[in-house]
């Protein structure tokens, strides 16, 4: 019964999720609307992690699998991946190598300025 | 006939569930990062779907049982940030900062290298989101007209090369502090490479699934008001 219950909770703020990002005139996924609705909802004590502690680590510690579906319908796109696969590749990788390393820089010189204005004081 | 059989949802969620405990008993034993447990339940789904002839139609009928989970699986993050609460307020300008710089440079050196090899829009629209978690960049994606599939596989690819490469390019570059390290890892390389970054130690593990949140909303704003 508890196990449903937490499904309950979730869901319904999936729905309500889905219901809000139906209604609002600009686009914002609907997950995105679930996850702030919930912190919301953690934030204002209304709802307790233990409320929904035992689903959330079910769906928390099998995210990948739950990205299986989405990815196989890639063979209905075979051709397209056949045809742009080393430029694909390329963008993919490089990008991400790029991004870590922006990323990291920033936050070293962001940390760095923070000190610098901390021994000003 | 017995073709009619694969129709049943139970089909597609068990192939898909018994896919992924190879993935991650091959993952465990070899202790490797290309042996990705997702790319490991990929090749052995698409090949039995391709050696039995089954239609990805069948398969579907389960599998969009699981997709439903999606939604689920990304509201639940809003439980990291609770747990991070004090981790966050502690890091606050180097979180907001560093995810908005990576996430802003990840939108635009895709945009500029889709460009330069002369990809075309739907390319371009299925590419861009790929740093962040599946189920916002499955949304960003189809809304600006890009192929699903394609996202998802650029997104997984991201997340495996992020993996590998997390403790080279940390090496490489001398990301000697813990807070640089996992917001560098959760901005470029969402969940698969926080899963890395957890093996590196705790509060990379913890700054890393705060930062994949962070940059994964960032990504969806961003997109909305640009593309």
Request: glycine share 6%.
């Amino acid at each position: 019964m508890k196990i449903l219950y937490q499904i309950a909770i979730i869901f319904s703020i999936c729905f309500v999720g889905e219901l809000i990002s139906a209604v609002l005139p600009i686009f914002i996924p609907a997950p995105l609307i679930a996850l702030l609705l919930l912190f919301l909802l953690l934030e204002t004590k209304i709802l307790k992690i233990d409320n929904i502690k035992e689903k959330s680590d079910f769906l928390l510690s099998n995210m990948a699998f739950f990205f299986i579906p989405a990815g196989v319908k890639v063979i209905e796109h075979v051709a397209v991946i056949k045809a742009i696969w080393w430029q694909f590749l390329l963008i993919v990788i490089i990008s991400t190598i790029l991004v870590f390393f922006i990323t990291g820089l920033t936050v070293t010189l962001v940390i760095k300025l923070q000190g610098r204005m901390k021994n000003a004081k | 006939m017995l073709s009619e059989v694969f129709t049943s949802p139970f089909f597609g969620i068990s192939i898909s569930i018994v896919a992924y405990a190879i993935g991650v008993f091959l993952n465990k034993k070899t202790k490797s990062a290309f042996f990705n447990p997702l790319l490991i339940s990929y090749v052995i789904i698409i090949s039995i779907l391709t050696l039995f002839k089954i239609p990805l139609s069948s398969y579907n009928e389960g599998g969009d049982i699981i997709n439903m989970f999606l939604s689920p699986a990304t509201a639940v993050l809003a439980i990291t940030i609770y747990r991070q609460k004090a981790l966050i307020k502690d890091n606050l300008l180097p979180i907001i900062i560093g995810t908005l710089v990576g996430s802003t440079s990840s939108l635009l050196i895709v945009y500029f290298s889709c460009k330069l090899l002369h990809l075309d829009e739907v390319i371009i629209s299925s590419l861009l989101p790929k740093s962040i978690t599946t189920p916002l960049a499955l949304s960003v994606s189809t809304a600006s007209g890009g192929i699903g599939a394609i996202t998802v596989l650029a997104v997984i690819v991201t997340g495996v090369s992020g993996n590998i490469l997390a403790p080279l390019l940390i090496k490489l570059f001398h990301f000697n502090s813990e807070i640089v390290q996992g917001i560098a890892i959760g901005t470029s390389s969402h969940a698969v490479g926080t899963s890395k970054a957890i093996e590196l130690g705790e509060k990379q593990g913890a700054l890393s699934s705060v930062a994949l949140t962070f940059s994964g909303i960032i990504t969806v704003v961003l997109a909305l008001i640009f593309f």
